[in-house]
């Protein structure tokens, strides 16, 4: 028997920390990417999920069942075009980070030039999500199989 483990490392969020927005908020944060939007609404329809609740969007991601910060990745990506890397850590918290990348991976993307910019970014989207400030810092995420 083995055992595998990672580490995710960079400056962000843990996603887990902002709990469970309601179904507004999430609404709101989903019409920043209409594009998204409609991919979980045509998602919903198949489902056959009329009303949903806070579970049912997070049931969106099926490959990694990452929810909130699935959402958030795909939210800013359209929104801002910034790749966030999401993760969850052996604690089962998921989180958002920017993550050291080489830049020519980054090429097509807006250039994050400092700290407070990346930051920033975070501020927008998580204040949209919860009333209180969440923590922006830098992050080392473990997780393993």
């Excluded at 594009?35 to 009303?51: F, P």
């Excluded at 910034?82 to 993307?109: G, H, I, M, T």
Aim: proline letters at 4%; one cysteine or more.
């Amino acid at each position: 028997m083995s055992y595998t483990s990672w580490h995710t490392y960079g400056y962000g969020i843990c996603v887990s920390d902002i709990g469970r927005p309601s179904v507004e908020r999430i609404r709101n944060l989903l019409a920043m990417a209409p594009v998204l939007q409609e991919d979980i609404q045509e998602w919903l329809d198949r489902c056959g999920i009329t009303n949903p609740d806070y579970d049912d969007y997070m049931g969106f991601d099926q490959d990694f069942k990452l929810g909130l910060a699935t959402i958030l990745k795909k939210v800013i990506l359209e929104a801002e075009n910034v790749e966030f890397e999401a993760c969850d850590s052996c604690e089962e918290k998921d989180y958002l980070l920017f993550c050291p990348e080489y830049p020519w991976n980054r090429q097509n993307q807006i250039k994050l030039e400092t700290e407070e910019d990346v930051a920033e970014l975070f501020r927008k989207y998580t204040s949209v999500l919860a009333d209180e400030p969440i923590d922006i810092d830098y992050q080392s995420v473990e997780n393993g199989a």
